[in-house]
């Protein structure tokens, strides 16, 4: 090798050297080659820069409803350690001593599968209602509906069940009754429909 060549392959050396020192964690400067995807690397940093110990909650967000859970008080290394051995978990807060890591789940919460039924809300929006429409407590709304149309169109006992409420208790069902429904949705510039 010649002398010019020898310098370079120290310099080399050394730069590669100074690189691995500075990161310290590899699977953050390299996440392909861990099997770490990049957004994972952030959400871990993210994690180590909260500090150490961290409160971990575990939120559960489902198609209708969450859940929460106090997972305890961890160091920064064991709150990554939880979110390499969970893949569908993601850390989706986390600094001031906290770290919130989210589970999205295909399925009606626990609590949805006991109470969730679907309604027309005061607005005239096909509504998912925590109990009996008529109690107006609103989980989530979807679309205005064409009351109208409803009214002329539907049976009169599907239309009057939809006003005092359809029980659904699976997702097959949710999904039933916001597919049955979704013909009857106004155009968006029809915001003058509403409850007769």
Not at 43 to 65: H, I, K, M, N
Not at 75 to 99: K, M, N
Request: net charge negative; glycine share 8%.
């Amino acid at each position: 090798m010649r002398p010019g060549g020898l310098r370079l392959a120290v310099w080399l050396a050394a730069a590669a050297c100074a690189i691995m020192t500075a990161v310290p964690d590899a699977a953050a400067a390299a996440p392909q080659a861990s099997g770490v995807d990049a957004a994972d690397a952030r959400r871990y940093e993210a994690v180590r820069a909260a500090g150490s110990p961290v409160d971990v909650t575990l939120r559960r967000r489902f198609v209708c409803g969450e859940e929460t859970q106090l997972l305890g008080r961890m160091t920064a290394a064991q709150a990554i350690d939880l979110l390499r051995r969970h893949p569908e978990w993601r850390a989706v807060s986390a600094g001031s001593g906290a770290v919130i890591m989210e589970e999205r789940i295909n399925d009606l919460s626990p609590a949805c599968k006991e109470s969730a039924v679907f309604g027309i809300d005061a607005d005239g929006r096909l509504s998912l209602f925590d109990g009996p429409p008529d109690g107006g407590k609103v989980l989530r709304s979807f679309y205005q509906l064409n009351i109208r149309y409803m009214e002329s169109s539907l049976p009169k006992e599907r239309f009057d069940a939809l006003v005092r409420g359809i029980r659904v208790s699976d997702l097959d069902e949710y999904n039933s009754v916001l597919s049955s429904f979704s013909e009857y949705a106004a155009p968006d510039d029809a915001g003058a429909f509403g409850v007769s």
